[in-house]
């Protein structure tokens, strides 16, 4: 049974730092990983997405890693604002079925 | 990206009553709907993937006879709480996809359904 983990699950960091999310998945067979965020009480707003024939995506200051032998993507927002403020969360789709499986979300805060 | 509707954004239901949400495909077909809920503080669980014109495959744990959904479809698939009461108040919130051929592409989802049920 795949599970999908995220640490930490919450950071605060200062204005303009360098941040890394950090997301593990026990089972490396999968379609793809989705890194997501969600303002509180809101939906999701899909950020980047890596084929498992992919090692990276960038979007802006988002750069997006994947290591399927391992199981492990991280996140990597660059110069962090306090508009990056959200709970973000990744997702895999394990096997041929289209469901997305979880993490538990990290909750990122950023002082101005 | 592909455009996912859901309806209503937040809903406050008497205990005992019925609600039902809306979930719609705008730009594309979805022959494939999935159904999550999210509690406070905690991640998105899988509650039922739905197929249009066949019956929804619930996840383990979940009450089929509580959650009825409906995917008659190629645009609407509909998740009705029966007899709600105020342990199935949550953060609902849908996906659709067009074809399987295409769930190695991104995954877009609805804004989500605030229920409350008093």
């Known amino acids: 049974k795949q599970e999908v983990t995220q640490i930490p699950a919450a950071l605060s960091v200062p204005e303009g730092e360098n941040l890394v999310l950090n997301c593990s998945f026990t089972d490396s067979a999968i379609y793809n990983l989705q890194w997501f965020r969600q303002d509180p009480g809101k939906g999701l707003t899909s950020l980047l997405l890596i084929q498992s024939s992919q090692r990276e995506q960038t979007s802006g200051r988002l750069n997006a890693s994947l290591d399927k032998s391992s199981g492990r993507s991280t996140l990597y927002i660059a110069a962090s604002q306090p508009g990056d403020s959200a709970t973000y969360l990744c997702a895999v789709i394990a096997g041929n079925t289209g469901k997305l499986i979880f993490g538990q979300g990290t909750t990122l805060q950023v002082k101005p | 990206g592909a455009v996912v509707s859901q309806h209503p954004s937040r809903v406050i239901c008497k205990s005992g009553t019925s609600v039902k949400i809306e979930c719609r495909s705008l730009d594309f077909q979805a022959t494939t709907m999935f159904w999550y809920r999210q509690f406070p503080k905690q991640s998105l669980m899988l509650m039922a993937t739905?197929?249009?014109?066949?019956?929804?495959?619930?996840e383990q744990g979940v009450e089929k006879d509580k959650f009825l959904i409906n995917h008659a479809s190629l645009t609407l698939s509909t998740l009705t709480v029966t007899s709600a009461h105020p342990e199935d108040s949550s953060f609902y919130i849908c996906s659709a996809r067009d074809r399987p051929a295409t769930w190695g592409t991104e995954a877009f989802f609805g804004q989500g359904t605030r229920l409350t049920v008093v």
């Open positions: 739905s197929n249009e014109g066949s019956k929804a495959t619930y």
